[in-house]
């Protein structure tokens, strides 16, 4: 089985410029969650997509965004780029069904903001 | 939500067993502990999780305190390739939360 996948792997933007991130998960998992992870603040909780809602949201301003499509994909969006969203975004995906499921992380995509 | 406490770093012999601690004294009873790794350069990885009783799989063991206030992570032979940041997560079942609130982890060393 394939695992969780992350386009593009590395990015490079500039302030004020916006940024498209794509997960796609394990077949069969219905939910998907994104992570911010920086040297500073370490592994941080985005937001959490099943079946096309977003069901939880981490404590980010409102220029993080995702959407999940009805294949269970998910794409995040980070507008108004800033030097301090300089970080590595992980995605996971899990069945969803439970809160306790196993999530099964991606090799990330590192984001560098000049 | 119910904290951990880990050790900042650890430090192991290649094929000699690990144990890797984790306090956890405001626990509640459907708090489930939870461990994942994150290697070098790569998205964390599930290693193991439990509620009461101590589990096996291919990975590693995990030994959980009669009272779960406390949970040992244990590597019985440790490689070069589990040289790596430990999380241990407790996921509370019920919650609706569906997330992981990760610490800082213990980063594990093997000396070859």
């Known amino acids: 089985k394939a695992g969780v996948t992350q386009t593009p792997r590395y990015l490079i933007k500039t302030r004020g410029q916006q940024v498209t991130l794509s997960c796609s998960p394990i077949?069969?998992?219905?939910?998907v969650s994104w992570y911010q992870q920086t040297p500073g603040q370490g592994l941080q909780f985005l937001f959490e997509?099943?079946?096309?809602?977003?069901?939880n949201k981490g404590n980010f301003p409102g220029r993080f965004s995702g959407r999940q499509f009805s294949n269970s994909r998910s794409e995040m969006n980070v507008s108004t780029l800033e030097l301090g969203d300089s970080a590595l975004y992980l995605c996971?995906?899990?069945?969803?069904?439970?809160?306790?499921?196993?999530?099964?992380f991606g090799p990330g995509t590192r984001l560098t903001v000049l | 939500d119910a904290k951990t406490t880990q050790p900042n770093s650890m430090e192991s012999n290649e094929e000699e067993p690990v144990h890797l601690p984790c306090n956890h004294s405001t626990i509640s009873g459907t708090d489930y502990i939870h461990w994942y790794r994150q290697l070098p350069s790569q998205g964390p990885e599930y290693v193991i999780h439990g509620l009461t009783s101590n589990v096996n799989n291919r990975m590693a063991s995990l030994a959980i305190a009669e009272d779960r206030k406390s949970s040992t992570l244990i590597l019985h032979r440790a490689t070069l390739r589990d040289a790596a940041v430990y999380y241990c997560?407790?996921?509370?079942?019920?919650?609706?939360?569906?997330?992981?609130?990760f610490g800082k982890g213990t980063k594990l060393s093997v000396i070859p």
């Open positions: 077949s069969g998992h219905r939910s």
């Open positions: 996971a995906s899990s069945l969803g069904s439970r809160d306790t499921d196993t999530q099964y």
């Open positions: 997509y099943f079946s096309e809602t977003q069901r």
């Open positions: 997560i407790l996921a509370y079942s019920g919650a609706g939360s569906y997330q992981l609130t």
